[in-house]
Structures are given as C-alpha cells and as structure tokens.
C-alpha cells in the first residue's frame, strides 16, 4: 500500500498512542511506500515547538521512515477547488488539509489521519 501520513499521523506515532500504533505497523511494513507533505513539517515543526522537543530528530525520523513529496503548483491550484467543494460540508476545511488531499489524489495513495476533516474523502484512513 502507498500512504500519505498528515501531520495528526505523525503526531501520534511520535507519543505512541494507541493511533500511534496503527502509524507504526503502517510505516514499519515493509511493504508499504510512505510519504509526508512537506507542508505537515512546518505544522510537526510548530508541534514540537509548543511541546518543548527537539525537532531535527523528530524531522531526521520523518525523512528516514517517509518521502518528503513536496507541493507543485497543480497540487495549490487543485487545493482552492477543493477547499471550497470541501468547505460545503465543512466550514472550517483549511487549506493545508485540501493540500494534503490535492497531493493524495496526485499520487493515488490513501491519506492517513485522525482529523474529522477527512471523514468522507475518499480513500482516507482515519485513525
């Protein structure tokens, strides 16, 4: 399997929650092909920040178990049309998650995260 890891996945990984869990059995199978956005390092970046922990280990990790897929102007143009189809069910969708889901469809892979923004998209995986 290909996945597309949000920053939320990340997250849990990095406390190793129960979530954590599902991200770690994804990421450690060998035979699934991972990717992280690189808008999802400024927000890890941001994340780390608030909690006081080093980021360029958490960052070093990242670029170890994942492929930094970096965002293409095709991936900002799609994610306006997403956002605002996205917006219709949800008010408050931001533009780092349509993003995220601009470069999930680009790649034809499954997004995985435990934000309720992702609930209905297609081919996500909510933790």
Known sequence: MVYLLDTYAWV???I???KGE???GMVEDGNNVIYTPECCLAELKGWAIREGIEFEELYRIVRKLSDI????TRDWLDAADL??????KAK???MMDALIVAQQRRLGCKVVS????????????LL
């Open 12 to 14: 849990e990984y990095f």
């Open 16 to 18: 190793g929650s129960k």
């Open 22 to 24: 599902q991200v770690k």
């Open 69 to 72: 897929q970096c965002i293409t």
């Open 83 to 88: 956002r605002s189809e996205m917006r219709k």
């Open 92 to 94: 408050d969708f931001g």
């Open 114 to 125: 435990g934000d309720a923004h992702f609930e209905g998209v297609e081919d996500a995986v």
